[in-house]
């Protein structure tokens, strides 16, 4: 299936079935119809299980041996997770499926008949419609270790989640209960600051110790970085805290259970990114985007969950699509808008490459001679923001080449062309 409007039209031809599909939890609602809009039968109710697919297929069967077609093209409207099942089942058996954006069916949906109804007899028409004039776009199904990555990647996501749903909750207890504690320590989350909550979180626990017990208390824990004036500071801080004195038995119960659960949820990140970071390895040209500098392995694995095999792709530009990277422009007459981005397209992968172009901004020196160049030069200098957007698509487009190509990265060659920064020594 290709993916210029052009070939998406030429692609539905006399001989061409199309099946519009509404998708449901349990029940799917199927028409067919032909290239010029004329529906065949009546809709079919199937489900959403192995019988329920195997009948679908026959119906479409029938249809085409009693209408003449030699080809079919499924299409869907994407709901939640439940067309996923019957997508990879169609690819599975060679059949062409494709998706059609809700918003185009919500916004077509009174071209027939002129009412707002909405039913999902009405919606498979509509997708139909929609199929045949050309507006679907080819879901990007992965398999393989592609499938492999892009769960991983949102079960990390999940996972780190999580850890802030944790801290979040940490820092309200400790604001309830010890507020002065994040004056003696600037994160909890270090090493004698949490070694403190488990051991003496309320300042009452405090109070009744000495400098000298805190410390030998911290030692089998914690060995450099705090001493008997962090103690002195802690026990000044309990005796002056306005925290809570209610409810602390089971407060300190919620509070092990916090920091219980943190301790699980990074754990499970940190060996997570490793098997990600071990998986990602394995595919040809990851390894050489892990070189850049400042680039890390998350991200590339990130990508590749994302956009899965980029020798699919005919040119960056796609990439850039499938971030929501590209840009945008309201103008009418005189009148020119403001360019932004679309932010139609993977929302994961746009905000792992936002993440990753700040620190190679930071720490790559190629990147930051190119940051330089975009906010200072004569001519239409862009903003630090707008720099940063025009970055993530240089990256993507690195990326791209490296993915093909299997080569190393040259931040010289990404300088040339550019005379101010030509006689820049990059890494």
């Known amino acids: 299936m290709n993916y210029t409007q052009n ?6 031809t006399p001989s061409t079935l199309i099946i519009g599909i509404d998708i449901a939890k349990d029940k799917h609602v199927a028409r067919a119809q032909d290239d010029r809009g004329i529906e065949f039968g009546k809709r079919l109710i199937f489900d959403n299980r192995i019988n329920g697919f195997e009948r679908l297929l026959k119906w479409v069967q029938s249809h085409m041996k ?3 077609k030699d080809h079919v093209i499924f299409g869907v409207e994407p709901t939640g997770q439940f067309w996923f099942n019957l997508a990879y089942y169609l690819k599975a058996r060679g059949y062409d499926f494709v998706l059609v954006n809700p918003m185009h069916v919500k916004k077509s949906k009174e071209l027939d008949d002129n009412s707002p109804t909405k039913n ?3 919606d498979a028409k509509v997708i139909a419609q929609l199929m045949k004039d050309g507006r679907y776009s080819v879901p990007n199904l992965l398999e393989g270790i592609y499938a492999e990555l892009r769960e991983g990647i949102k079960l990390r996501d999940q996972l780190v989640k999580q850890l802030m749903i944790i801290e979040g909750r940490t820092q309200n207890w400790l604001h309830r209960y010890f507020p002065e504690f994040l004056d003696v320590f600037a994160d909890w989350k270090g090493k004698a600051a949490i070694h403190t909550l488990r051991l003496f979180p309320l300042p009452a626990e405090i109070q009744a110790m000495t400098p000298e017990e805190i410390v030998l208390r911290w030692k089998p824990f914690v060995r450099r970085g705090v001493g008997i004036k962090r103690a002195e500071q802690l026990v000044l801080a309990a005796n002056e805290s306005v925290g809570l004195t209610v409810g602390t038995t089971f407060a300190k119960r919620e509070l092990a259970s916090l920091l219980e659960q943190y301790d699980l949820y990074k754990q499970q990140v940190q060996s997570l990114d490793e098997d ?5 390895k394995e595919i040809p040209g990851a390894t050489e985007m892990m070189n850049i500098p400042g680039l890390g392995a998350i991200t590339v694995a990130t990508l590749y969950a994302e956009a899965g095999d980029l020798r699919n792709y005919n040119h960056p530009q796609q990439l850039v699509n499938l971030a929501g990277l590209s840009l945008r422009e309201y103008s009418s007459g005189k009148y020119k808008g403001e360019t932004r981005i679309t932010k139609r397209g993977r929302k994961r992968l746009r905000r792992a490459l936002y993440l990753a172009i700040r620190p190679l901004v930071a720490h790559n020196s190629t990147f930051k001679a190119l940051h330089q160049y975009y906010t200072k030069r004569p001519e239409r200098p862009l903003k630090k923001q707008q720099s ?6 240089k990256l993507l487009r690195v990326l791209f080449v490296i993915g093909n190509k299997q080569c190393a990265f040259d931040g010289v060659k990404l300088l040339r062309g ?10």
Do not use: G, N, Y
């Open 7 to 12: 070939q998406k039209i030429t692609q539905i």
């Open 418 to 427: 550019l005379p101010q920064l030509e006689t820049l020594q990059v890494a």
């Open 388 to 393: 940063l957007i025009a970055l993530c698509c």
């Open 276 to 280: 990600l970071e071990d998986m990602v």
């Open 120 to 122: 999902d007899t009405k």
């Open 66 to 68: 009693e209408h003449q």
